[in-house]
């Protein structure tokens, strides 16, 4: 069982991990934009993810990457630490990029996705909105490799590179399987939640929880003992996060989302909020969910009925039933831990930025 000493000092700085990595990136991706100059190659991709790292985002996994190594009894944040933390966040650029694609998103944070500004940038492409999806599909593919490259390239400890490496693979794999399985839940009926649930545990609670978590403690030397301790914090909490994401889709704010609140609804994104909603409704809510949900075209005023019929049963209440559920059950697992009070209350912190929030 691995033995945990106290740290020394104060619980981790946040703002110093996000400061931290988001310089890490914006030097690898300027000297990837120098690199492509000299070469003759275009310097748009490095320019478009440095842009687009750069525009905002929580920093999530760098933070959780941050506070894994701590609970497993690492001290400071090493540059090791913040090469793979960079890592993780390049690889969900290279995510997000690919999946605006899927859904046809216009924004993200608050800006226009990439395809959609390559798209505006080369109108005179003979279809435009072809040519912006076949450019971010490209340029989400070289962040996937920079990511590997970051990875690579970072000193980790010895002994531990295959170990890492290999949670990194299973990491990636499981959030690609969340991601195809979310694909096919508009095929299943809108009262469906157990796919739901299951997107929810591998393309959230895994990929964005979990595995940034253990990797940190792995490059601490954590051992088996402390990683399942960690995943039997992390799932719960990730599966509070996505609930909580999922009713800011449909009752959130845009401008602090800084996503149009009925994409979701046009998307026709299945969730476990609008299954309970399904479930609960009568015969001509049944009806109107069923018409509009997944309709491009929906208008406002129809978007406001459907809301109201997902209001009128209940389904927002219980849905964060189910946030404080499985909040406690992470937190009930940090009461037992051995881990130092103060990776605990790191622990503590990022439960509370994960779940209660309005973006």
């Known amino acids: 069982m691995t033995v945990y000493t106290e740290h020394t000092g104060r619980s981790l700085d946040f703002d110093e991990v996000r400061e931290r990595v988001l310089t890490r990136l914006a030097l690898f991706l300027e000297a990837k934009r120098d690199d492509a100059a000299c070469r003759g190659l275009s310097p748009e991709i490095p320019e478009t993810l440095r842009d687009f790292v750069t525009a905002g985002g929580k920093r999530l996994r760098p933070m959780l990457c941050s506070a894994g190594w701590r609970a497993a009894g690492g001290t400071g944040l090493p540059d090791t630490v913040v090469d793979v933390a960079a890592a993780l966040e390049l690889y969900q650029a290279f ?13 993200r944070r608050s800006r226009p996705s990439v395809h959609r500004s390559i798209a505006d940038r080369y109108p005179r492409a003979r279809n435009a909105r072809r040519f912006g999806e076949a450019a971010a599909i490209l340029i989400g593919d070289m962040a996937l490799m920079w990511s590997t490259e970051l990875l690579t390239g970072a000193a980790l400890p010895p002994g531990r590179r295959s170990a890492v490496c290999s949670l990194v693979d299973q990491m990636r794999e499981e959030m690609h399987y969340g991601q195809y399985l979310d694909l096919f839940t508009c095929l299943n009926p809108l009262d469906d939640h157990g796919a739901p649930l299951t997107v929810i545990r591998y393309k959230t609670a895994r990929y964005t929880v979990e ?149």
């Open 95 to 107: 995510a997000l990029i690919h999946d605006d694609v899927i859904d046809d998103s216009a924004t």
């Open 211 to 359: 595995r940034p978590l253990q990797l940190g403690a792995l490059l601490a030397g954590a051992d088996s003992d402390l990683l399942d301790r960690l995943s039997r914090f992390a799932l719960p909490v990730g599966d509070a996060f996505q609930l909580r994401d999922d009713l800011l889709g449909l009752f959130g704010n845009s401008a602090t989302t800084g996503k149009p609140v009925f994409d979701d609804l046009r998307e026709g994104k299945r969730t476990v909020l609008l299954a309970l909603a399904a479930q609960r409704t009568d015969t001509a809510g049944r009806a109107l969910l069923e018409k509009h949900v997944g309709d491009p075209r929906l208008s406002e005023q129809d978007a406001l009925r459907v809301l109201e019929v997902i209001e009128g049963t209940g389904a927002p209440a219980m849905v964060e039933n189910m946030i404080a559920d499985r909040t406690a059950e992470a937190l009930a697992v940090l009461d037992t831990s051995p881990m130092p009070p103060s990776a605990a209350a790191d622990l503590r912190h990022l439960a509370a930025l994960l779940v209660e929030r309005e973006s």
